[in-house]
């Protein structure tokens, strides 16, 4: 296809979520990280009870780089990821990120691949 009749990419003010989402993930994973996506989800269990998986306000994904030499340990980012510069975290996240912070963690809120990186 001539270059000239290609359209022209997205204003970084057009991007979607899940736009920059890709970018983060393919940035990080040409870097040799694993990207795991969090999901929390509720199902019906036995005896009318429920059973969660994952927690609440935990961030979209995360990051993990395994370090070398077999020695079992690695480097973790979370990533929560808001599109607008409004997008605020929820209570929940925000209860999240401070616990996991306090552990050690670092929890990223990601709206724009330039500033990520």
């Known amino acids: 296809m001539?270059?000239?009749?290609?359209?022209?990419?997205?204003?970084?003010?057009?991007?979607?979520?899940k736009?920059?989402?890709?970018?983060?993930?393919?940035f990080l994973e040409v870097r040799g990280w694993r990207i795991v996506r969090n999901n929390i989800t509720k199902f019906p269990g036995g005896?009318?009870?429920?059973?969660q998986v994952?927690?609440?306000?935990?961030?979209?994904y995360q990051a993990i780089k395994y370090?070398?030499?077999?020695?079992?340990a690695a480097l973790v980012l979370w990533i929560e990821l808001k599109r607008t510069h409004r997008g605020r975290m929820g209570e929940?996240?925000?209860?999240w990120r401070d616990a996991?912070?306090?552990?050690?963690?670092?929890?990223?809120?990601?709206?724009d691949v330039t500033d990520f990186m």
């Open 100 to 111: 996991e912070t306090r552990r050690g963690a670092v929890v990223l809120r990601v709206n």
């Open 47 to 51: 005896s009318g009870r429920w059973v």
């Open 19 to 26: 736009h920059v989402s890709r970018q983060v993930r393919d």
């Open 67 to 72: 370090l070398p030499h077999k020695s079992g």
């Open 2 to 17: 001539n270059s000239a009749l290609r359209a022209p990419k997205p204003a970084t003010a057009d991007l979607l979520e």
């Open 54 to 60: 994952g927690e609440p306000g935990m961030p979209d």
């Open 92 to 95: 929940d996240q925000v209860k």
